[in-house]
């Protein structure tokens, strides 16, 4: 191997090191399945790789990696989407506070509510909500125009209201009014 | 109840995703690293392929590599230069298959399996969450999640457009007397979707690409313009084109591409309320300032100048309309290996790859376009493939 390779290869297992978490809590909240989150981030760090001699000494190698692995996502909804569940017991501190309780059911139900979301309206909503990027950078991630990022978010955002209701409504403790009439 | 939605998303993802299981694989950068060189040494031994074999055209390289491993029976599958695993992995490849029982599915990149009905498909549509299954007589939308909605009717010489990204998809069937096109629109949700929008509009203008405020036609523009850049036009008031049943369908704006030169495009400003369109067009470069002022003005979208950018790109790597889409070069050095005299003939809508195959052939030719030299393999197909599917998501 030439040292010239090697020391590529060295600077893409630090890049890998210091940012792989990242990556796969992202590909977790994208992908609802921690299996699926893994396939998706050694994908996308394959790709990644291929790229690495020309992508290596500009600032945007995170934003390359992120945009592959959110592009990969989008063209593996397909297959598993019918398959695999979303995980929907998260293992929290024991804090039996009855605020504490129905804040972790709202999240919960709300979880569920984001994993039945078209994978492109889940996207731009853990891009905007998690990642705290803005509708342009959401744009070029996901290469789409900042009108469809806008678009897909209202969308998310207004069925995630019409599912969740009231809070008590997400946590199955009342009826929507539609449904009591 | 809108920010405190947004702020539960803010904090709810976070938790879930602090919730995750810490992750730490040492030889995770060592498995991309050699996952990476698997696939740039098929991609050298294609590059390399016997001097014989090679076919210079232009500025393109052109490889030809006869297919010379045997029938796998064991697997199903033919094994060719390009198997069908690393079609899978390199160009996320689905193929569309007759399963065992005679119905139809959709083989993933991930050799997964989703039932597609009992009809043989003429196409399948990667969409936006689901697959776009084109028949002899109807269109159906099949969900990942198993759902099915209910069939989209078409008559013969009706066809399907499918938008950019996959979110929406067009039924086109002319009217009886051939003058024009009854477009139906509809989105790819199999519960909850909006009802689809419909317009009619002159043979003259072909429908290529929409979004929520802007509609792109074709047309023949510039022999009647000369290329002249005015506002002067008046195309959908002379010719008829039908512009304003475009704006009853919801759409702000209509750009009109030129079919000899898809830079030189026209304007036309829409009424959705009203239903009318602009008395005049405004005609012009696509690159220009001012036409991209008028056009965001127009479909009051910041977005449509990328719109028509995208379609007008599309258009200048065409060369028979949005079937084929390639570089002269490689279009010259595929026609010289007969690529394009299969009976079936499929392009990947975003450009990576093209494929040419006879039904029941064993295997079919992959036009590999993702490397710096177009490379032509033969591609091992999983059993009973019947097409590859066409991923616009």
Redesign the interface.
């Known amino acids: 191997m030439s040292e010239a390779k090697s020391s590529q ?1 060295e600077e ?2 630090e ?3 210091a940012r ?2 990242a990556l ?3 590909a ?2 994208l992908t609802g399945n ?1 299996a699926t ?2 396939d998706l ?2 994908t996308t ?6 790229a690495w001699g020309r992508i290596r000494t500009t600032d945007s190698v995170d934003a390359y990696a992120r945009r592959i692995l959110y592009n ?1 996502n ?10 695999e569940k979303p995980t929907e017991v ?3 501190r024991p804090d039996l506070s009855r605020d504490f309780t129905e804040h972790t059911a ?2 919960d139900a ?2 569920r509510h ?1 994993a039945a979301l ?3 309206q889940r996207a731009v ?2 891009l905007r ?2 990642e705290h990027r803005t509708d342009p950078q959401i744009a070029d991630t996901l290469g ?5 990022v806008k ?1 897909q978010a209202s969308r998310a ?1 207004a ?3 019409k599912r ?1 209701g009231s809070p008590a409504a997400a946590l199955g403790l009342a009826m929507e009014p539609k449904e009591a009439a | ?2 920010e405190d ?2 702020t ?18 040492p030889g ?6 050699a ?2 060189g698997r ?2 040494r098929r991609r050298r031994v294609g590059a390399a392929a016997g001097g014989t074999g090679l076919l210079v055209l232009g500025a393109a390289a052109f490889v030809w590599q006869p297919w010379t491993a045997p029938v796998s029976p064991d697997e199903g599958v033919i094994a060719g230069d390009t198997s069908t695993s690393q079609a899978q992995t390199e160009f ?1 490849l ?1 193929f569309a298959v007759l399963d065992t029982t005679g119905g139809y599915e ?1 083989l ?3 050799d ?1 399996r ?1 039932a597609i009905g009992e009809e043989l498909p003429e196409n399948v549509y ?1 969409m ?4 776009l299954v084109e028949t002899a007589d109807a269109a159906t939308v099949y ?4 759902s099915v909605s209910d069939p989209y009717a078409m008559s013969y010489d009706a066809y399907v457009k499918v938008n950019t ?1 996959g ?1 929406e998809f067009a039924i086109v069937t002319p009217t009886t007397d051939f003058t024009s096109e009854e477009y139906r629109l509809a989105d790819v ?1 199999v519960e ?1 979707g909006e009802a689809p929008r419909t317009f009619t509009t002159s043979f003259d203008i072909t429908l290529t690409d929409w ?3 802007t509609a792109v036609f074709t047309a023949e523009l510039w022999s009647s313009t000369a290329g002249e850049t005015s506002s002067a036009f008046m195309f959908n008031d002379s010719l008829d084109l039908g512009l304003e049943t475009v704006a009853q369908a919801g759409f702000q704006s209509v750009v009109l591409t030129d079919q000899s030169d898809p830079n030189y495009v026209c304007v036309a400003d829409l009424d959705p309320e009203a239903g009318t369109s602009s008395d005049k067009e405004s005609c012009g470069y696509a690159d220009d300032q001012e036409l991209q002022a008028g056009l965001v003005d127009a479909a009051d ?4 100048p ?2 028509m950018a995208q379609a007008v790109g599309r258009a200048s790597n065409s060369f028979d309309g949005d079937t084929l889409m390639n570089t002269d070069a490689a279009y010259e050095a595929a026609d010289a290996e007969g690529f394009y005299e299969y009976e079936g003939q499929w392009s990947d809508p975003k450009g990576r790859w093209q494929i040419a195959g006879n039904p029941g052939d064993a295997s079919w030719k992959l036009l590999d376009l993702e490397g710096e030299e177009p490379v032509i393999t033969e591609l091992a197909i999983p059993s009973g493939a019947v097409l590859p599917v066409l ?1 616009y ?1």
């Not at chain 1, 989008?74 to 398959?83: D, E, L, T, Y």
């Not at chain 1, 789409?144 to 469809?148: A, K, L, P």
């Not at chain 2, 979208?301 to 449509?304: M, N, V």
């Open positions: 290869d893409f297992r890049y890998v090191a792989s978490a796969h809590r992202a977790y909240l921690w989150a893994e981030v050694q760090l394959t790709k990644t790789y291929l990969t989008a063209s593996w909804w397909r297959k598993r989407s019918n398959r998260f293992e929290d709202m999240r709300m979880w984001i078209p994978k492109r909503l853990v909500y998690y789409i125009s900042v009108g469809t678009s955002l069925g995630l209201r969740l | 109840m809108s939605l947004e539960l998303l803010r904090s709810g993802l976070a938790q879930v995703a602090e919730a995750a299981p810490d992750y730490d694989d995770l950068a060592d498995a991309a690293i996952g990476a696939i740039r996320d689905e959709v993933t990149e991930d997964e989703l990667g936006t969450d689901s697959y969900a990942g999640d198993g990204g979110g949700l909850g979004s929520d405020s979208d910041p977005d449509s990328e719109l991923d998501a």
